[in-house]
């Protein structure tokens, strides 16, 4: 059974960085690419970033290229997401993904940035 967990979410001001993290199970993690979506309140869900199975990373949003970074640790089974100069219009709920012959989604870590 597949699973994606997230973490690492929460308030943080302006300027402030986080780094989430999603732990995978259920599947082969190091063979499959990854990705992390984002969704802020009244919006639709946000392509954010992608990385091959070999760790070749693509930042999809142009509001987070140069503040976002996507990797991830196969041997951990883990993606992350390192954000840094947060913004208020980061401030949404993220989500990892994993398509395989479903899509797969975890439930999702909050973040708020605020003062």
């Known amino acids: 059974q597949v699973q994606l967990v997230e973490s690492g979410g929460g308030l943080v001001q302006p300027g402030g960085s986080l780094r989430l993290s999603c732990t995978a199970s259920?599947?082969?993690?190091?063979?499959?690419?990854m990705s992390w979506y984002r969704q802020a309140p009244g919006k639709e869900r946000e392509l954010v970033a992608t990385i091959t199975s070999t760790g070749v990373s693509t930042m999809n949003a142009d509001s987070v290229k140069g503040r976002f970074t996507i990797s991830r640790d196969n041997t951990k089974k883990t993606l992350y997401l390192q954000m840094a100069s947060l913004k208020p219009e980061d401030t949404a709920v993220y989500y990892c993904?994993?398509?395989?012959?479903?899509?797969?989604w975890g439930q999702g870590t909050q973040v708020t940035v605020s003062s």
């Open positions: 259920g599947f082969t993690f190091s063979l499959y690419p």
């Open positions: 993904n994993i398509r395989l012959r479903n899509n797969y």
